[in-house]
């Protein structure tokens, strides 16, 4: 069992930045693909990127690449989404969550830990 803790949502104005965390509670960070996923009011959960464990690889949806960063370190069992340029489109709530793949993967179906999301509002 994986427990998945964000934090540092908040509201932000257009073009501005945020850096969310997600801290997970075990010892076998390393065996998890991490995500980030986001859901607006009354639109289906999307993915927003993964980053494998290993050689810090990642992927990202089109609509965030060139804005977000995704990291990670894994001696402190954390997971970081960057967002720079934010848009009113990126409001949302915010989830990290974590699949036992042997590869990265953007299949939502595949992550099995899920956070209880933190909320970003992002002002025009």
């Known amino acids: 069992q994986v427990q998945l803790v964000e934090s540092g949502g908040g509201l932000v104005q257009t073009g501005g930045s945020l850096r969310l965390s997600c801290a997970a509670s075990t010892r076998s960070f390393t065996d998890y693909v991490m995500g980030w996923f986001r859901q607006a009011p009354g639109k289906a959960r999307e993915i927003v990127g993964a980053?494998?464990?290993?050689?810090?690889?990642?992927s990202y949806a089109d609509s965030v690449k060139g804005r977000f960063t995704i990291s990670r370190n894994n001696a402190k069992s954390t997971v970081y989404l960057q967002m720079n340029s934010l848009k009113p489109e990126d409001t949302a709530l915010y989830y990290c969550?974590?699949?036992?793949?042997?590869?990265?993967?953007?299949?939502?179906?595949?992550?099995?830990?899920w956070g209880q999301g933190t909320q970003v509002t992002v002002s025009s």
């Open positions: 980053i494998y464990w290993a050689r810090s690889l990642t």
């Open positions: 969550a974590a699949a036992r793949s042997p590869q990265l993967t953007m299949n939502e179906e595949l992550y099995e830990y």
